[in-house]
């Protein structure tokens, strides 16, 4: 059956497209982190789709797993007057959408021109292992610096959110 | 046949109602939420060009996964300086951190 796939695209074509639009239009920004997190898990499943399950499990573990929780912890710790409308838009939002939608329409066009030359061959089924031989071999110093770009990450974000009090 | 195409023109799509949540956004927090989608957008490019264009190589996933890591340090970074910032103004609404300003 061919088309199942083409099915599971679309579906997930369209919760990912309704959730995002959700978590930019909405008002309550509790609302909007939920459907952010819908929409990190629409984007795993297409990664399943695409053959890179490692990277699934990556999207579900820091995505909606991680990051969404560093979210809902920052709306916790912020939060001021009517959580019913704490998600509003800014004095330039028409300006905003103009650029975006200005963008679209240009990406739209430039890749629709694009004639992709697909190089026939099958992906192999799993491919963990390939991505570890990368990480280790051909990405080694790369995957180096992001083990100390996370560290600095670290130390910075609790340095920043521990405030500046002992500094006197 | 679902082809690089239609991949990619969710992936503008995607990036282009993240950059709108940046760019218009009261709360710093849901500012961050839109560079979010932008990021994953661009995730979907890399990983739908290696399935397509070089499926025996995994460089795309490779860039994708520095991409999630760069994008975990960039919004706990983020979020400690939004809660930073509030602490001190007790506010997070973008509009209002223009001490920059002349």
């Known amino acids: 059956m061919p088309d199942m796939s083409a099915l599971f695209f679309w579906l997930l074509a369209a919760i990912i497209i309704a959730s995002a639009l959700a978590v930019v239009l909405l008002k309550n920004i509790v609302h909007s982190a939920l459907y952010l997190v819908l929409t990190f898990v629409g984007v795993a499943g297409l990664y399943i789709l695409l053959n890179a399950e490692f990277l699934a499990a990556v999207q579900l573990l820091v995505y909606a797993g991680a990051v969404a929780i560093l979210i809902v912890f920052a709306v916790m710790l912020t939060r001021r007057g009517d959580i019913r409308a704490s998600n509003l838009f800014n004095v330039n939002y028409l300006a905003a959408a103009v650029v975006s939608l200005a963008l679209f329409i240009v990406i739209t066009l430039a890749t629709g021109r694009m004639a992709w030359t697909a190089t026939p061959g099958q992906a192999p089924a799993g491919n963990v292992g390939a991505i570890a031989d990368a990480f280790l071999g051909h990405f080694a110093i790369p995957f180096e610096i992001a083990a100390v770009l996370l560290l600095v990450a670290m130390v910075g974000a609790i340095l920043l959110a521990r405030g500046g009090k002992q500094d006197q | ?102």
């Not at chain 2, 023109?9 to 979010?36: P, Q, S």
């Not at chain 2, 290696?50 to 975990?72: D, S, Y």
């Open chain 2, 1 to 102: 046949m679902i082809t690089l195409n239609h991949y990619l023109a969710l992936g503008g799509l995607l990036f282009c109602i993240g950059l709108f949540g940046a760019l218009a956004k009261r709360n710093a927090v849901a500012v961050l939420m839109g560079i979010e989608l932008m990021l994953n957008a661009v995730n979907i490019n890399l990983v739908a060009f290696n399935h397509f264009l070089e499926p025996a190589r995994v460089t795309g996933q490779v860039f994708a996964i520095f991409v999630i890591v760069v994008a975990a340090a960039e919004v706990a970074v983020g979020l400690a300086l939004v809660l930073n910032i509030y602490r001190r103004r007790l506010d997070s609404n973008v509009d209002d951190l223009d001490w920059l300003r002349w």
